[in-house]
């Protein structure tokens, strides 16, 4: 049944309200929506007299009623597109960052340099975004992900079939108990913020992403102590980590666990910014 109310009339009414809710970024996240639930292009969002049935247009109230209410649009949508790949990244999932990246990039310029075969584990694995990248370009290579959250497992797994993806196996492990055996390379993209810090979040993040991928519920160091201080019992000999920082007050404490510890050497990676972002210890 087609309703009497034009797409273009209706994207004018939403965005006025979430502009008055003052949600950020909301011309292009309600366009993702659009997108995605209509399956049409941005041209024809605009430039197209597109009636809306009942169904679509309840489809889309759906929606933007959550986008009102702040949720993440890669929730809504649940996609997210990723070092060249859309992932699947439904709620309770945390959503994968464009600077995240720069860990799958440099981690691949070493990779792809070995012969060997080699073992890459990837901790704190969520969506799978990182460790499926990887895999997805070296499959001569074996991959783990681990994560304590049983949705991400889930979510992941859901995005190696998705990409088809079978050199890596999924499991739920909490990192700090896990027996690295014959780890070569560790991959790792850390919850890094303080517990006191969550509060300070914008309201997409802190009350949509979990928790849990969020902060380490102390001071946001637990990761960083925990894969400098035992380097040499998780990895091989001549094995190396790579691990993203944040641009935040805990960049200063991380530097001073690498210097306190003698034992390891790192490179720093800078993002799109010029932001610290990425490390690599050896």
């Known amino acids: 049944i087609l309703n009497k109310m034009l797409l273009s009339d209706y994207l004018i009414k ?75 990244t439904p709620s309770k999932v945390f959503i994968p960052r464009a600077e995240t ?37 070296n499959p001569e290579h074996d991959f783990i992900g681990l994560d304590s959250s049983i949705d991400a497992i889930n979510v992941s797994k859901i995005n190696s079939e ?27 993209n850390p919850p890094y913020l303080a517990i006191n810090e969550i509060e300070t979040l914008e309201n997409s993040v802190k009350n949509h992403d979990p928790l849990d991928a969020l902060t380490d519920h102390y001071d946001g160091l637990l990761f960083y102590k925990f894969l ?5 019992k998780i990895v091989n000999k001549g094995g190396t980590i790579f691990f993203e920082i944040p641009s935040s007050d805990v960049t200063n404490k991380i530097f001073d666990i690498l210097s306190e510890n003698n034992k390891v050497k790192y490179e720093i990676f800078k993002d799109f910014e010029g932001n610290n972002r990425v490390i690599r210890i050896y």
Do not use: R, W
Request: aromatic share 12%; charged share 35%; glycine share 2%.
């Open 162 to 188: 998705k990409l088809k993806v079978v050199n890596v196996n999924f499991k739920k492990e909490n990192a700090f108990e896990y027996d690295f055996k014959n780890v070569d390379i560790i991959t790792c």
């Open 101 to 137: 990246e720069i860990l799958v990039d440099k981690a691949h310029d070493y990779i792809e340099k070995k012969k060997n075969k080699l073992k890459i584990v990837d901790l704190c694995t969520g969506s799978g975004c990182i460790v499926l990248s990887l895999a997805k370009k």
């Open 14 to 88: 939403k965005q006025e309200k979430l502009k008055k809710l003052k949600i950020s970024e909301y011309k292009i996240k309600s366009e993702m929506i659009i997108e995605n639930e209509l399956s049409v292009s941005k041209k024809q969002i605009y430039f197209s007299k597109i009636f809306l049935s009942d169904y679509q247009l309840s489809a889309l109230d759906e929606n933007f009623d959550k986008l009102e209410l702040d949720f993440p649009v890669q929730h809504i949508i649940e996609k997210t597109f990723f070092y060249e790949c859309e992932f699947f």
């Open 228 to 232: 400098v201080n035992n380097f040499e």
